[in-house]
């Protein structure tokens, strides 16, 4: 079976606090996107007890700390599950705010679900996601969501980008988003970005904040200018997605954008 693990962007990112146990409480909004990994999983009839052959194409990734390995692994602990053949076709750049990797581990988890009709509840599924990292139960539904807490209490929130144009520019910079949170400085009480979604999207700019950006725009200037340069071209809003370092732009229309190095990945489509 194969299924196509999407990508997010954040819509706003707002840090509310630090909590105790060293996360911080914020406040976001997921938009899954177009742009998306395939997970092939087979059983592997050549093999009696359970394991897992992992493969990967497309970019290179460290199979050893990989969340598909980890899903089989975690549901393995439960299920009697067969040996699989795992395939992963990596095409979401990673260290880049788009949710990849978390997007892959519950893709795998429904895969296996599926194709071993394993019965895995919402309750057992959200379990799992929050067992493999805060972000990754953004992806168990296909909504648009609201996030709060450690952005793993969600609620769906109806916001239609239909027919506008998205563009993503990955500069090839692996942020760590564990070194950023630790970092960031609490600046603003004004965190309501549910009531600036409300407004048109030519009216986001400068109120729709990423917290995360003036930190990790003052170590790497290049995002800045990513950035600036997205909105020289038009778009209606431009923003870092999550703690970086993929930029994005919303733009009316189709654009194509222009003085971006050959070697940045870039990405454009409808939403």
Known sequence: MILFSPAKINLGLRIISKRKDGYHNLKTVFYQIPLADSIEIVEDKKVSKSNIKFFCSGRKIDSKDNLCIKAYDLLKKKYDLPAVILHLNKVIPIGAGLGGGSSNAIYTLKILDKIFNLGISPTEMLGYAKNLGSDCSLFISKKTQYGHGKGDILSPYDIKLSGKFL????????????????KIKIKSNDHNILEVLKLSPKKWRGKLINDLESHVFEKYPILKSIKNNLYSHGAMYASMSGSGSSIFGIFEKHTKVRNIPPDFFTWGNFF
Do not use: D, G, L, M
């Not at 563009?167 to 630790?182: A, G, L, Q, R, W």
């Open 167 to 182: 563009y993503i520019v990955y500069p090839n910079i692996n942020i760590s988003t564990k070194e950023i949170f630790e």
